[in-house]
Each structure stands twice: as C-alpha cells, then as structure tokens.
C-alpha cells in the first residue's frame, strides 16, 4: 500500500512539473510561489550515439535557496531530474541559507522546488573536478 501511495504521489508531481512553466537554467534569485520548474537546454549539443553513459562529462548542479521577508526559517524539497527522466535525485531538504550541490552528467537536466513559504532560489551548473 505504501508502495502506491509512493508511486501515484510521484506521478502527482511529474504531472504538475510537466504542466508547470519552466524556467531557465541558470536563474537567479527566482521567486518560488509552492512550486518551481527549472531546466537546461542545450541548443545545438546533441549527443553522439556511440557515446557512452560513463563518458559522459560529470559537472554540478548547484542550487541555493534564500528566505523571502520575514520567513527566517523557510525550506524547500528538491527533486533534480535528467530531462529524458530517466534519472530522478531526491528529494533532497534544504533549508533557507543553505545550498546544494549535485553531480550530474552532461545531459540536459532540470529542478523541481517545492515549499510551504515564499522563498528565493539561485540554480546553475558548472563543471566539476574530476
């Protein structure tokens, strides 16, 4: 039963991240109403198709979240998905003032940000040592 729930809940939110308008990867100090949907396009990067998977360019996704007005203690729950959702992260708990970073591949990815309270969010990707 848990199982279900699970699963019809995760649905739920891959439905609302569908219909939800997207914003750009990188954004900065973008205001988060309950729900946010960021995403990465790579114009003109197409994948190979003899590439393969551990080939792949590993870099970070970095995300940090701020406090709006009067909201000290505000927090939001992060799901980080490959743009195919072939691969979700999370969710991940951050609390205002705090940051995240999440090693990702080279494909095109996206954030899904939720939270009770108004809050702030700066999401970008960079390269990462490897």
């Known amino acids: ?16 991240g569908a219909l939800q308008a997207e914003q750009p990867i990188p954004s900065r100090h973008a ?3 309950h729900m946010g949907n960021f995403r990465e396009h790579h114009y ?3 994948h190979r198709p003899n590439q393969l998977k551990s080939n792949r360019e590993k870099r970070d996704m970095q ?18 998905y490959s743009a195919d959702y072939q691969d979700v992260l999370g969710p991940f708990i951050v609390n205002s003032g705090e940051s995240i970073t999440i090693p990702v591949d080279d494909r095109e990815w996206g954030a899904f940000i939720m939270s009770d309270d108004h809050v702030y969010v700066d999401v970008w990707s960079s390269n990462s040592a490897t």
Do not use: C, D, H, W
């Not at 039963?1 to 609302?16: D, E, H, N």
């Not at 701020?66 to 992060?78: D, E, H, L, V, Y």
């Open 44 to 46: 003109g990067n197409e």
């Open 1 to 16: 039963m848990k199982k279900l729930f699970f699963l019809v809940l995760l649905f739920f939110i891959a439905q609302i």
């Open 31 to 33: 205001r988060i109403y």
């Open 63 to 80: 995300i940090q979240v701020s406090s709006s007005g009067g909201t000290p203690r505000s927090s939001a729950i992060i799901y980080v």
